[in-house]
């Protein structure tokens, strides 16, 4: 993959209440910064294992005052095992790892269990002190809702109301001879 971040500053658009330099004169500063990224995806009928680099490069810009740091490469990891269990249950365990350069590593933990192939229902964990829960609903085929819920177990849990989340998904069958397939992942 390949982009282009666009930044622009607009300082005329500050009030300053102070100026401590009679020469400052607030302008318009745009610049633009190219990034590639990759990844690879394979996945089984129980399973997949995911790698994915989606910003190669670090992004460092220089707003005319300081330099900063807007992107960090990001390395992630990914995988997931379908469990086919008895009476049209299903439990899928998966995991996501995000690693940055100088940081500690970010671990997802994930368990869903899928009920009659229409209910998902799920918790996650993420370095023990984020936890959450969703769920999905097949409601016509090809058509899925679904909400989720995720809390910080830290002291922002005084201040956070968590991160909520809709989802909306729909399988479109484009060609006359596409097969429908029940997908996992």
């Keep these: 993959q390949g982009g282009l971040t666009t930044f622009k500053y607009d300082y005329s658009d500050l009030d300053f209440e102070f100026i401590d330099d009679p ?8 610049f633009s910064k190219t990034n590639f990224g990759t990844g690879v995806f394979y996945m089984g009928e129980t399973f997949y294992l995911g ?3 989606p910003r190669m490069s670090d992004v460092t810009i220089n707003d005319g ?17 379908v469990f086919d269990q008895v009476f049209a249950v299903k439990f ?7 690693m940055i350069e ?3 590593p970010s671990v997802d933990l994930n368990g869903s269990v899928l ?10 964990v993420r370095n023990f002190n984020t936890f959450g829960a969703n769920a999905q609903i097949n409601i016509a085929g090809r058509l899925r809702f679904g909400y ?18 809709f989802m909306l998904g729909l ?15």
């Design 23 to 30: 020469s400052f004169q607030p302008a318009q500063e745009s």
């Design 65 to 81: 005052v300081i330099n900063s740091t807007r992107y960090k490469r990001h390395i992630y990891l990914s995988g997931g095992y």
């Design 51 to 53: 790698a994915s680099v």
């Design 92 to 98: 899928k365990p998966s995991f996501l790892v995000r």
């Design 148 to 165: 989720s819920f995720e809390l910080p177990s830290s002291a922002l849990i005084t201040s956070s109301f968590g991160t909520h989340e």
């Design 171 to 185: 399988d479109l069958a484009i060609f006359a001879k596409q097969g429908g397939n029940y997908r996992y992942f």
């Design 115 to 124: 009920l009659n192939e229409v209910l998902w229902v799920g918790a996650m």
């Design 102 to 104: 100088g940081q500690s």
